[in-house]
Each structure stands twice: as structure tokens, then as C-alpha cells.
């Protein structure tokens, strides 16, 4: 297997593109990623791919996250790579919203601490998502006054956290933010 393991289909076609921003080609990806994880061992490389350097691989990682119902033990590996900074943390704080059941905990702790590679997409995807909980609106009103405004990465993660939504309903599955219940039962 190559260094994405059985994820590697998804490089070698070029399909994870289509993830990019949930183009109406996504199906055929997001269909290649559900069959891996049906078939393989696939959370060590899941894992993996959260820890490359590249947002490609993150990327991936993500819908796989998703797909795989909150089973997967990558969520601390989903968050280093949203500490370490990737193109694509506007989609992987929608993917740690609805599969990390602490999410408001630490979208809180790296709103309110910044990490040292904290960059403003971050902080812009965390603002957009986590203002979905009324406990963090006060939190999230003052930062934002705070800042110049916002860029395109608050607006990249509600479009794909619609577009996920939008895809997962049409598989007949509805995807919302797991509990702890649901990921301790899983």
C-alpha cells in the first residue's frame, strides 16, 4: 500500500478534489471513501492522514471522519492538524463539529488561547461553526468586534457544512453532532 494506504484510490483518481467545496461530483469520492472504510481497518489511516504536512490528505481524512459515524479515534489527530494550520481547517472544524462531542470545549480553549500557528481562516471557521452554541455567543460577539472582519474562511465553512449536510441527507443519513453518549456507545 502506498503512504494512504487503501485511501489511495481517492489521490490517484483525483476525486478528493471534488471535496474541495462539495461539487456535485463529490458523490462519486465520498462513495470511494465509504467503501474503504467498509472494507479496511481504516482508523489508523484515517489518523494518518490528518498527520501529513499537505491539506489534501486532510481533507480526505475528514469526509472519512464523517462517513465513518464517530467510531473512528482521529479526533485528536483532526485537531493537531487544525492547530497546525491547513488550507482546508474551514472544512475540518465543520468535520470536528459534528464528530468531536467536545467541540464547543475546544473550539472554546483555541478561540480564547490562540495557538501558536493560530491563523485568522482558523480562527474565522471556529467563529462561524461554535456560534452555534448559545453558551459561546457572548465569547464569539466580542472577538468578532474585535477583528477587521471577516474573510472567506467563515463563509467556506457554512457553505460545506451545508453541502455535507445536504450529501449525507441524500444518502438517507443525518448527520448532526454526535454526544458523548453516541461516541462512548460507538
Known amino acids: 500500500m502506498s503512504r494512504f494506504g487503501p485511501f489511495a484510490s481517492v489521490f490517484e483518481s483525483g476525486e478528493y478534489l471534488t471535496l474541495l467545496h462539495m461539487s456535485s461530483d ?26 501529513k ?24 489527530a483532526l485537531w493537531r ?24 470545549i ?5 478561540i480564547t488561547t490562540r495557538p501558536r500557528r493560530f491563523n485568522s481562516k482558523t480562527l474565522s471557521s471556529l467563529l462561524q461553526i461554535a456560534a452555534e452554541f448559545p453558551s459561546l455567543s457572548a465569547l464569539i460577539k466580542e472577538v468578532q468586534e474585535g477583528r ?13 457544512k451545508k453541502e455535507v449536510i445536504t450529501e449525507f441527507a441524500r444518502r438517507g443519513r443525518f448527520l ?7 461516541r462512548t456507545a460507538s
Do not use: K
Request: no cysteine; hydrophobic share 50%; glycine share 8%.
Open 26 to 51: 463529490a458523490q462519486i469520492a465520498i462513495d470511494r471513501i465509504e467503501q474503504i472504510i467498509g472494507t479496511y481497518d481504516a482508523i489508523p489511516w484515517i489518523r494518518i492522514l490528518f498527520e
Open 53 to 76: 504536512a499537505n491539506w489534501r490528505p486532510h481533507l480526505v481524512g475528514a469526509m472519512a471522519l464523517l462517513l465513518d459515524g464517530g467510531r473512528a479515534s482521529g479526533i485528536d
Open 81 to 104: 492538524a487544525i492547530d497546525r494550520g491547513s488550507w482546508v481547517n474551514p472544512q475540518l472544524v465543520v468535520a470536528a463539529y459534528f464528530r468531536d462531542p467536545n467541540f464547543s
Open 106 to 110: 475546544a473550539a472554546l480553549t483555541r
Open 148 to 160: 477587521d472582519g471577516r474573510d472567506q474562511a467563515a463563509a467556506t465553512a457554512s457553505h460545506w
Open 176 to 182: 448532526v453532532p454526535l454526544t458523548m453518549e453516541e
